[in-house]
């Protein structure tokens, strides 16, 4: 069972820059693939970014990659969104999520992911 705890996020302007964190409660966490999800007021929940285990392979969804950057740091079990140039229309509750992949790999289908971050909140002002 891996624990994920999610920390960051907050209140931003447009154009305002934050940070999330997802740390792990296993040192096996490594071996995970790790997402990063939101879902927005009223909408369904969205692939933000993923990252391999060993972190060398990144997937991010459409142009999230000029703003968002996925890392991660095993040696302190924690895997990072960071997110610049934010938007009002990137107001959501964020969520990590883990899952054990046979070979590193990435998907974007949230129903892989097994372990689940509690959600934070970051919401953009106009």
Not at 14 to 26: I, K
Request: charge should be positive.
């Amino acid at each position: 069972q891996v624990r994920l705890v999610q920390s960051g996020g907050g209140l931003v302007q447009t154009g305002g820059s934050l940070s999330l964190s997802c740390a792990a409660s296993e040192r096996t966490f490594g071996a995970y693939t790790v997402g990063w999800f939101r879902q927005a007021p009223g909408k369904e929940r969205e692939f933000v970014a993923a990252v391999t285990g060993s972190g060398r392979a990144t997937d991010y969804a459409g142009s999230l990659k000029d703003r968002f950057t996925i890392s991660r740091d095993n040696a302190k079990i924690t895997v990072y969104l960071k997110m610049a140039s934010l938007k009002p229309e990137d107001t959501a509750v964020y969520y990590c999520a883990a899952g054990r992949a046979l070979t590193e790999g990435l998907t974007r289908n949230s129903a892989w992911y097994v372990y689940w971050g509690q959600g934070t909140q970051v919401t953009v002002s106009s």
